[in-house]
């Protein structure tokens, strides 16, 4: 026998698809501004490098996983272009990530792509509703936490801890 889940009233569910949706809205956008090889993950990297390069080690840290997990993220990011490693200055054996002019970029068009989302749904539910769905959001956000940790650039990709 097959349950399926009550999708009217399981919140976490329709935040999830909603979440999904708007995730698949911004992809398409990327997709058609010349980004298609950018994943969510490369968010998480992203995010961590607007404020200038870091080390290896750093960037592991903040995105809590290990060295060889970050090095294996750098890797792919350098070979599609959007970051690039130099040497650090001031320690010879270290080398900095930074973002390149690619990199900068399509976080660049993500936004517009997260801005054009919005106004997608604006005309979706309209100019009051998108509001209180705003501020709706935004509370169970500062409840959760998730603002928090999203604002500390504290966020996990899905799967991690």
Known sequence: ??????VETDLS???TAASAGADEAVRRKLEEAGFGDVRRSHGYVFQHLLDGPLTIGRLAELLGMTGQG????VKEL???????R?????????????LTERGH??????RAARGAFRDEVRTVLG???TDQLLRSLQTLA??????????????KPAGGR
Not at 105 to 110: D, K, N
Request: glycine letters at 8%; a negative charge.
């Open 78 to 84: 350098e070979s599609l272009g959007y970051v690039l």
């Open 105 to 110: 970029h399509v976080v660049s068009e993500a």
């Open 142 to 155: 500062v409840h959760t936490g998730g603002l928090d940790l999203l604002l500390r650039r504290k966020l």
């Open 86 to 98: 130099t040497p650090d200055p001031e320690d010879a054996r270290a080398r900095l990530v930074g």
């Open 1 to 6: 026998m097959t349950v399926k889940p009550d």
């Open 13 to 15: 569910l329709l935040l």
């Open 70 to 73: 970050a090095s294996k993220a």
């Open 127 to 129: 100019e009051a509703d």
